[in-house]
């Protein structure tokens, strides 16, 4: 179930007004019922997302870049988007931020100690938000990416979803596109960006993944990506 959510998103996209890039923000609750990857285990669960895109509908390209948000601050970081707001704009891309992970919604260990969750930043506004823990984000991702597709927020009709993250989202997008998207054939790309060396197994913390270099992402079969359009070179055109 996605359900919008009126007034100003709590995400840092940085010092300016996204009107001057000709785009507007909007905010949804998703509700739904995730499995686990390190279990038997099913769990009902909250989060949210910010649709980012185009307020002129003829410069939407067709193509939806979805971020798995950075928690390793303790906070939902859009570190993609801050690195490639410019040609995300520029090309006319839809932008999709996911709170995917435990900390970023209701706190939990992060880098700096300190809870900036969601819930911790705005109790009212977020008191609806729960997460069952970071096995199941990858299913929570799956079925964000098959909403957005099935054209779940109005007036977005994506033809490429592309799955994207940098840093400590970056080790678990590597366990998602190796292990979980062959499966769940969510999403048409990814981007995985400034990864460590590991890879996070499925039932670990947001700032554990260092100590998993054995997990089943590093041995699994890659999946295929699409390389021009998730470098942000190119995007897909719309008749």
């Given at each position: 179930?996605?359900?919008?959510?009126?007034?100003?998103?709590?995400?840092?996209?940085?010092?300016?007004?996204?009107?001057?890039l000709?785009?507007?923000?909007?905010?949804f609750?998703?509700?739904?019922?995730?499995?686990?990857?390190?279990?038997?285990e099913?769990?009902?669960?909250?989060?949210?997302?910010?649709?980012?895109?185009?307020?002129?509908?003829?410069?939407?390209?067709?193509?939806?870049?979805?971020?798995?948000?950075?928690?390793?601050?303790?906070?939902?970081?859009?570190?993609?988007?801050?690195?490639?707001h410019?040609?995300?704009?520029?090309?006319?891309?839809?932008?999709?931020a996911?709170?995917?992970?435990?900390?970023?919604?209701?706190?939990?260990?992060?880098?700096?100690?300190?809870?900036?969750?969601?819930?911790?930043?705005?109790?009212?506004?977020?008191?609806?938000?729960?997460?069952?823990g970071?096995?199941?984000?990858?299913?929570?991702?799956?079925?964000?990416?098959?909403?957005?597709?099935?054209?779940?927020?109005?007036?977005?009709?994506?033809?490429?979803?592309?799955?994207?993250?940098?840093?400590?989202?970056?080790?678990f997008l590597?366990?998602?596109?190796?292990?979980?998207?062959?499966?769940?054939?969510?999403?048409?790309?990814?981007?995985?960006?400034a990864?460590?060396?590991?890879?996070?197994?499925?039932?670990?913390?947001?700032?554990?993944?260092?100590?998993?270099?054995?997990?089943?992402?590093?041995?699994?079969?890659?999946?295929?990506?699409?390389?021009?359009?998730i470098?942000?070179?190119?995007?897909?055109?719309?008749?």
């Amino acid at each position: 179930m996605i359900t919008p959510v009126p007034g100003k998103p709590n995400l840092l996209l940085g010092a300016y007004d996204l009107a001057t890039l000709g785009y507007g923000a909007e905010e949804f609750f998703i509700s739904g019922s995730a499995s686990s990857y390190s279990s038997e285990e099913t769990a009902d669960y909250t989060t949210r997302i910010v649709v980012l895109r185009p307020t002129d509908e003829a410069r939407f390209n067709g193509a939806v870049v979805v971020e798995w948000l950075n928690v390793s601050g303790g906070i939902d970081a859009p570190a993609v988007w801050f690195m490639a707001h410019r040609e995300i704009a520029r090309a006319g891309f839809a932008y999709v931020a996911v709170s995917a992970q435990q900390v970023g919604i209701q706190g939990g260990a992060s880098l700096v100690g300190a809870d900036m969750s969601l819930k911790a930043q705005d109790p009212e506004r977020y008191s609806r938000l729960h997460h069952p823990g970071d096995a199941f984000s990858y299913d929570i991702y799956s079925q964000v990416g098959r909403l957005l597709r099935d054209g779940a927020v109005d007036g977005l009709d994506p033809e490429i979803l592309l799955a994207v993250g940098e840093s400590q989202s970056a080790a678990f997008l590597t366990t998602y596109v190796n292990v979980v998207d062959p499966l769940a054939a969510a999403y048409d790309g990814s981007n995985v960006s400034a990864r460590p060396n590991a890879a996070a197994a499925p039932s670990v913390s947001s700032i554990c993944w260092a100590s998993q270099p054995d997990s089943r992402a590093d041995a699994a079969r890659p999946a295929p990506t699409a390389s021009a359009s998730i470098a942000f070179t190119s995007g897909a055109a719309r008749s």
